[in-house]
Nanobody
Framework: VQLQAFGGGLVQAGGYLMLSCVASGKIDKVDLMGWYRQAPGKQRELVAR???????NYADSVKGRFTISRDNAKNMVYLQMNSLKPEDTAVYYC????????????????WGQGTQVTVSS
C-alpha cells in the first residue's frame, strides 16, 4: 500500500491550503484515514481523522479551521485548512488504517511521505 500526499506549500498567515492524499495498492478494507503533522523538534501529532462512516475528530488547535473529508470509492482523504497560523507549520503526513481480513483484529497502519506546510507571519 502506498500513500501519496500533495498540496503543501508556503502561505501567509490567514491563508488556506488543501491537502490531498491518495492510497493505492491492495487494500482489504480501509478503516481510518487521517492527517498527522510534525513540527521541528516536536512529536508527531494527530491533526484530524475520519472513519469509513464519516465520523471525524480533530485536534483542539485546528477545530473550526480545518475540515477533513474522504472519498471512499477513490481511497482519498482531503484536509481543507483555513485561517492558517504560523504554528500550523509542519510536515503533514497522511495516514490510513487497513483492516485485514485474515483474522479478527488484523490491522495495518500505512503512512505517506509527508508534505511540507509553511505558514509565514
Amino acid at each position: 500500500v502506498q500513500l501519496q500526499a500533495f498540496g503543501g506549500g508556503l502561505v501567509q498567515a490567514g491563508g488556506y491550503l488543501m491537502l490531498s492524499c491518495v492510497a493505492s495498492g491492495k487494500i482489504d478494507k480501509v478503516d481510518l484515514m487521517g492527517w498527522y503533522r510534525q513540527a521541528p523538534g516536536k512529536q508527531r501529532e494527530l491533526v484530524a481523522r475520519i472513519t469509513s462512516g464519516g465520523s471525524t475528530n480533530y485536534a483542539d488547535s485546528v477545530k473550526g479551521r480545518f475540515t477533513i473529508s474522504r472519498d471512499n470509492a477513490k481511497n482519498m482523504v482531503y484536509l481543507q485548512m483555513n485561517s492558517l497560523k504560523p504554528e500550523d507549520t509542519a510536515v503533514y503526513y497522511c495516514h490510513l488504517r487497513e483492516v485485514g481480513l485474515g483474522y479478527v483484529g488484523e490491522r495495518y497502519d500505512w503512512w505517506g511521505q509527508g508534505t511540507q506546510v509553511t505558514v509565514s507571519s
